[in-house]
């Protein structure tokens, strides 16, 4: 069963890029987070959204509850973005992960 | 500097030894669960607990026990391991308006 589809799964872009990573979802929840995963392994949470959009520096993230949509975007991306984005829909205390999108940012 | 603390950090095992994974957070949440992390699969929720004393199995609980004495610590015990507990293992706290602080990871492997 795949509650959450990300895509692309895997990414590759020149340094300075528009990045879009999009996020689809077939459950009803209260709140989304993305999360970046560096090489060496650890993890990050970007953003946690109910509605809208946030914006933290470069990134961005929006939601669409009714269409079950969100979607990440990195503006003037950097090798340092270089890294797995997860998607994390939930719903109370129940968790649901994508298989993540692995980006690469060439210089 | 607050956060979560897992450890250790690297665990060798041989089949059907027990071992327990620690973790401690200090930003008073109430929110803790672990995950295991296998290549191409997300993260699976293991087990979870809302507070001291109340603790639910996730997706994949079977061969993990877990207990909530406290709301700092939150350990994960591996009751006889098996070569299929091989894995990344994350604990994680959520709280506020921040989402998730994991903690940095434990790579198991069972032998």
């Known amino acids: 069963k795949n509650e959450v589809e990300q895509s692309p799964q895997n990414l590759t872009a020149q340094e300075g890029e528009f990045i879009t990573i999009n996020c689809s979802y077939s459950?009803?929840?209260?709140?989304l987070h993305w999360l970046q995963q560096h090489p060496g392994g650890g993890i990050v949470s970007l953003f946690m959204?109910?509605?809208g959009k946030k914006k933290h520096g470069r990134l961005i993230a929006t939601i669409n509850i009714q269409e079950k949509h969100s979607s990440l975007h990195i503006t003037a991306s950097h090798p340092r973005d270089s890294a797995v984005y997860i998607c994390?829909?939930?719903?109370?205390?129940?968790?649901?992960f994508g298989t993540g999108t692995s980006l690469t940012v060439i210089p | 500097n607050a956060g979560v603390t897992q450890t250790p950090k690297f665990q060798v095992l041989k089949t059907g030894q027990s071992m327990t994974l620690q973790c401690a957070q200090d930003?008073?949440?109430?929110?803790m669960s672990w995950y295991r992390q296998d290549p191409g699969m997300g993260l699976r929720l293991i087990h979870y607990?809302?507070?001291?004393?109340?603790?639910d199995q996730g997706e994949v609980p079977n061969g993990y026990n877990v207990s909530r004495s406290t709301t700092e610590d939150f350990p994960l015990r591996l009751l006889s391991a098996a070569p299929s507990q091989t894995s990344v293992y994350f604990c994680?706290?959520?709280?506020?308006?921040?989402?998730?602080?994991f903690g940095s990871g434990t790579r198991l492997t069972v032998v």
């Open positions: 994680a706290s959520r709280g506020g308006n921040y989402g998730y602080t």
């Open positions: 459950v009803g929840i209260s709140a």
């Open positions: 959204l109910s509605s």
């Open positions: 994390a829909p939930h719903t109370g205390n129940q968790f649901y």
């Open positions: 930003m008073n949440h109430e929110y």
């Open positions: 607990s809302v507070g001291a004393g109340i603790t």
